[in-house]
């Protein structure tokens, strides 16, 4: 029997069976679902599922109307089941008839690929429309120039290596940029908590902190649709995204994955022949890939432009802050 609501409960525990019959039942029927993830070392080596975040997209107590019956955020416990008992849920995440929607979802999608065995499908991941809606925006470089800011600018680096450098959003500063009215969420957002995902019980303010997000990604999917800024594309382009790492799970102190760089070949595409980056592992098109000698002469660099990026902004960053090390210590005259 599906779930429905009418009271102010942002938020549903979801740790039992009958609970969980519930939220599939509501989920089956929905068109769009938001999802979100909380875990120890979501994506990374090591890491390990704790939460599934779910809402029923246009449905959740932020975009509800006045006198309107809503959902709340179902937060299903992961911990608390089987994967056998969690199939008829996972079904529906590969069902790509059913749209998920999600933002910055590569770390979602590996960690319920390599610690679910859940392949996710009709993905669209609003990270990416984000970077998407700047060209339809009419940012133009000088913009995007602004975005890379002191952390991944240099001004020693040829201004040419910067063409398809993009920086991500993270979920807050997007909906702040994009000016979403975020008002009828009814509690703080990411409040403070001990980040032991896998200890129970779950304290309130790590269910508040797992539903919240949700909230916010439902907000912002409604104004990129309003705004007609999901291009057909976007479930192609979000599909690469996501699965970057299907072949496994990185290092989380690894830096050529450690970074809020748009990856290369995702939303714009390269002409070329293939090559493997020697930063980050990727194999993609050559047109990726600076020349060394300058732009139309010399060999192929052995990395991205964008590993080349973090190597030159991490050499920079680690010498000034040697730099000012060494005054503060009065080495220096």
């Not at 499908?121 to 602004?146: N, P, T, W, Y």
């Not at 896998?198 to 902190?209: A, K, N």
Request: charged fraction near 25%.
């Amino acid at each position: 029997m599906a779930l429905s609501f009418y009271h102010d409960d942002a938020f549903l525990l979801c740790d039992n069976q009958q609970t969980l019959q519930g939220v599939v039942a509501t989920l089956r029927r929905a068109s769009a679902i938001i999802l979100d993830c909380e875990a120890q070392d979501i994506g990374y080596v090591g890491g390990q599922l704790s939460v599934i975040s779910l809402g029923v997209a246009g449905s959740l107590l932020s975009s509800k109307r006045r006198g309107r019956q809503y959902h709340p955020v179902f937060l299903v416990d992961v911990l608390a089941f089987s994967r056998r008992q969690l199939r008829s849920l996972y079904d529906i995440l590969e069902d790509e008839n059913v749209t998920k929607v999600v933002f910055g979802g590569r770390h979602d999608f590996t960690e319920l690929y390599h610690g679910q065995g859940v392949y996710m499908k009709g993905v669209i991941d609003l990270q990416i429309a984000d970077v998407v809606s700047r060209d339809i925006l009419e940012e133009d470089f000088e913009d995007q120039m602004e975005r890379l800011g002191d952390r991944y600018f240099d001004d020693d680096v040829d201004i040419d290596r910067y063409d398809n450098i993009h920086r991500l959003n993270s979920l807050v500063s997007c909906v702040e940029e994009h000016d979403v009215d975020t008002s009828r969420i009814p509690h703080e957002l990411k409040p403070y908590h001990s980040g032991r995902w896998l200890q129970r019980p779950l304290s309130f303010d790590q269910l508040i902190y797992a539903s919240g997000d949700v909230l916010l990604i439902d907000l912002l999917y409604r104004y990129f649709r309003s705004m007609h800024l999901l291009e057909d594309d976007i479930y192609e382009q979000s599909a690469k995204y996501i699965s970057l790492n299907i072949d496994a799970r990185v290092n989380k102190n690894d830096e050529y994955w450690c970074h809020a760089l748009l990856p290369l070949d995702i939303i714009y595409e390269a002409d070329g022949i293939p090559m493997t980056c020697d930063g980050c592992g990727r194999e993609m098109m050559s047109g990726n890939f600076a020349r060394r000698g300058g732009r139309g002469r010399g060999r192929r660099e052995d990395k991205c432009a964008v590993c080349v990026i973090i190597d030159f902004t991490g050499n920079f960053h680690f010498l000034r802050a040697l730099h000012l090390l060494t005054i503060y210590q009065g080495y220096e005259d």
